[in-house]
């Protein structure tokens, strides 16, 4: 079993930040593509951030600039740095990890999910 674990969510003001952690445990071999994914109330799941085992890193448009993926090889953690929060930042946001486990198997692991709200 492969299990991700979210933290770091909350209420902030407009303009503010929150910092968004993932760490990993269970049966793993190598982690390779690891990221966040937010869904809004009422809209369908889409890609905030991904970074890969080396470094290399895809932000969605509506992020750029504000927001910035890293992760920790050693320690199978991911983070989101989230900088001038907007409204429509709002979402549950969820760590997503493309894991090759200790069996050899490839998987795809989710977190259960953080809520962030930018409100004032």
């Known amino acids: 079993q492969v299990q991700l674990v979210e933290s770091g969510g909350g209420l902030v003001q407009p303009g503010g930040s929150l910092r968004l952690s993932c760490a990993a445990s269970g049966n793993i071999f190598i982690i390779n593509t690891m990221g966040w994914y937010r869904q809004a109330p009422g809209k369908e799941r889409e890609l905030v951030a991904t970074?890969?085992?080396?470094?290399?890193?895809n932000y969605a448009d509506s992020v750029k600039g504000r927001f910035t993926i890293s992760r920790d090889n050693i320690k199978n953690t991911v983070a989101l740095q989230m900088n001038s929060l907007k409204p429509e930042d709002t979402a549950v946001y969820y760590c997503n990890a493309r894991v090759l486990n200790s069996d050899f198997r490839n998987l795809e692991i989710w977190g259960q999910g953080t809520l962030a709200t930018v409100s004032s």
């Open positions: 970074i890969t085992r080396g470094g290399s890193t």
